[in-house]
């Protein structure tokens, strides 16, 4: 499968050279990249759901969605989320959005939009979550910022319960 089978040609090939550019510029550059990518997709015929640090992400309008590199460790991010969903035991893998398409720089993932409430009883559920991925040995790396803060816009739910939409810093111990 590739990029074509999700795009039309046009914007197939606007992400292929994206991704390469991306791949070639390893050093921070002076315009941030969320902008830049913000520029070049400008005329991209998908809606924009969100971009971090290191991915944009786009609307597919199937239920699914293309989440784009936007940074050279936004390739590393991408490929190491397609591995952790692959490895994952099916436990946890249920707290994992589905991906069910990958290449390089890009993925296909289930889209996942209805926010956590910040309601109580929450954050320990989450702790719980969080215990659960470190008994089996994966670190959940960005679902905690370091001052132990939860980081809201990693975690979706679905079907009433919290699902990990973020996970490409899950490291495997
Ligand atoms: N599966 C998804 N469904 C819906 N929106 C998503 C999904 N994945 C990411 N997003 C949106 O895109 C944003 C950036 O994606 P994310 O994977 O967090 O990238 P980064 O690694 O740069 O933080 C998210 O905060 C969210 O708003
Ligand atoms: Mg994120």
Redesign the pocket.
Known sequence: MSLFDYLDVEDALLVEAWIQEVETEKYPLRKSLKEKARERFNDIKLKE?????????FDLDNGW?L?IA?AFN?IN?NQREVEMYQSAPPRLQKRL?KIKEFGHGWLV?????KPVPKKKGIKAEIKKIIKQFERSGIIPG?LISPKRRIRW??I?LRKGRIVV??Y?NFKWK
């Open positions: 759901l969100g971009c971090g640090k290191k991915r944009i992400v969605v989440k936007i936004g991010n959005a993932m289930q889209r996942i939009t960005d816009p990693n979706r939409i973020d490409g």
